[in-house]
């Protein structure tokens, strides 16, 4: 039964250090009695952040049945799967169990299967068993629950997708959704691994914006990569080039398009492309970094080095409805929708 | 005599390794005879990045000999003053000799006392003679020469200012410049860090921008810098708290506000205040991140983890007119032109 209003960032779960929130905890109260503000899941599957499941997968051997011991030890230890090498956690599919009455106004109802789009370093959570491990996914199914507190976002999974493909769009639901509400009519509109993941729905919301007036270039590297975007028919212009290498990138974008990008959206998942995102985009224009692997200090440096004033945003995961407007992109595109269903499930 | 023009960038001046940036560049070619799109500078001082300068003095015992033949050696490898333990450099004060001849139009003439205002990373250099190292302001006056890029900032050193207080304004003038283009009048402009250099500065700005409808609160932490700033009167708000307690920060803020900032600065220099940041931003506001000390990841992860969605900028050292916003803040406002009389210099 409900008890008080709890913290809505899950302060009042942190058992230490006091004080601080849930993710930066060493260890989280993960009794599984709801607070009024707080909804509770029976989990049936963790997605693993793959630097986790790696490191673990390591640890022991590759075997299946450390791996559960090891996994099972984190949860025991810390009250949620925050592995303690790494420091990443990874997201949760379940079923609704129990809504707190603070949240009975949420669309949102006991049985709805749900993905949890924040973190497994701040969700409490209780794994009873661990069912089975899919070495290929990084996924683990168990039984077990957990909780989300009135700001942990979720989406609820569609019926009209399979499963894995949603997830894999969820994952980086927040790319698709930050360049919707960025590109403007007439941009010309940069995508810098455009051959990924992010980078791909990316396209898709730039190309439905920018009108006949703007123009979406993609720049990847390698044959695979960019024979995948020319088969998408969403770019306008698509160049193969490292972008670890500035000079490179600017040279050819100028050289195909004569001029620059006024918005440059930053998916590539390797270090070192900062510069490259920072050169390719017009002064007054704006750099979109949602790689994961941007420095801060390079792109704040290396922008001043080369006296360039461009607007550089951090990739927030979040933006209101990002869900819905990722998901949205597949329905829309059925050349992008089978591309998830094939290659990235 | 000018040669041919040189790349914007200075690769041109990159030895190894070839393609790379001058700031990623082992060695750079410091001849000092500058192709017609350079400037040549007789340098003066050496402002050397604080962590480099104590990293000499550490590895030269604090032997002002010795500290001067690892400056030299330093130069002698790399062509630049770019110290290869803490990958910092510094800016350098001097008077310009030549003006390559594609440059012309520019509003500078041989003779002028420029400050650089990108780091020595990136610029070739040459150093003659060391004169004297002043260890109290990690300054070193040098018999040398440098060159600046095409797309190498500077600013010309006002008459009306002490050099040092110039300098000190010069070091964080892009802040109170991007605060200048975010505030819009209304605006509950909340600065963290606001006891500091940047942070006084972007209060100023914060000030004359939001109105009478508006609001600046200044946050930070100890009782000399809350006096400090009380003492500029230019706070509707003053609250003593610790930027690394995010909620504390956000109980503290709501207290004394009744509401979240719709923009926040954060100028603090010291790590883990960007949850702080993040959960003081009303959702649809924009935190700056002006700190170098801020973690890219902590930001994008953290917001999402919260869902917040805020906009994050990376703070571009550099923005149009920078130094002559920052500078005219010193003109304009005779407690701040004190202060930094008084402390920065």
């Avoid at 302060?11 to 930066?24: D, F, I, N, T, Y």
């Avoid at 703007?214 to 995948?228: C, I, K, S, T």
Wanted: hydrophobic share 40%; with cysteine.
């Amino acid at each position: 039964m409900p008890v008080a209003s709890g913290c809505p960032y899950g302060m009042h779960r942190v058992l230490e250090p006091k004080g601080s929130l849930p993710q930066g905890a060493q260890r989280l109260d993960n009794t599984m009695e709801i607070y009024d503000n707080e909804i509770l899941v029976d989990v049936e599957t963790l997605n693993i952040d793959s630097a986790s499941f790696n490191q673990i997968r390591q640890q022991a051997g590759d075997d299946e049945r450390r791996m559960a011991e090891i996994m099972l030890e984190i949860v025991a230890t810390r009250g949620k799967h925050h592995n303690p090498v790494t420091g990443s956690g990874g997201m949760f599919i379940g079923r609704v169990r129990e809504i707190g009455s603070a949240l009975q106004s949420r669309e949102l109802k006991v049985g709805d299967r749900i993905a949890s789009l924040v973190s497994l370093t701040l969700t409490p959570l209780v794994i009873k068993e661990i069912k089975r491990i899919h070495k290929d996914t990084a996924q683990v199914d168990i039984a077990g629950q957990a909780i989300l507190f009135s700001s942990g976002i979720y989406a609820v999974l569609p019926q009209d997708l399979p499963e894995k493909v949603a997830l894999a769009v969820l994952d980086v639901a927040g790319a698709p959704a930050q360049t919707a509400k960025l590109v403007k009519p007439g941009d010309t509109v940069l995508v810098i691994g455009a051959g990924g993941k992010s980078g791909s729905l990316c396209l898709h919301e730039a190309k439905k914006r920018v009108g006949p007036a703007g123009q979406v270039v993609a720049m990847d590297y390698g044959e695979a990569a960019v024979n995948r975007i020319k088969g998408l028919g969403l770019a306008d212009v698509v160049l193969n080039v490292d972008a670890t290498k500035p000079i490179d990138c600017l040279q050819v974008l100028h050289g195909a398009c004569g001029k620059l990008a006024d918005l440059t959206i930053n998916c590539v998942n390797i270090p070192q492309t900062e510069m490259a995102s920072i050169l390719c985009t017009r002064d007054g224009g704006t750099v979109y970094f949602f790689s994961m692997a941007t420095s801060f200090t390079a792109a704040a440096l290396g922008a001043e080095g080369v006296g360039k004033d461009v607007t550089m945003l951090i990739g927030n995961g979040y933006t209101k409805n990002h869900a819905l407007i990722a998901l949205e992109v597949l329905r829309e595109n059925p050349k992008l929708r089978q591309l998830f269903s094939e290659i990235y499930v």
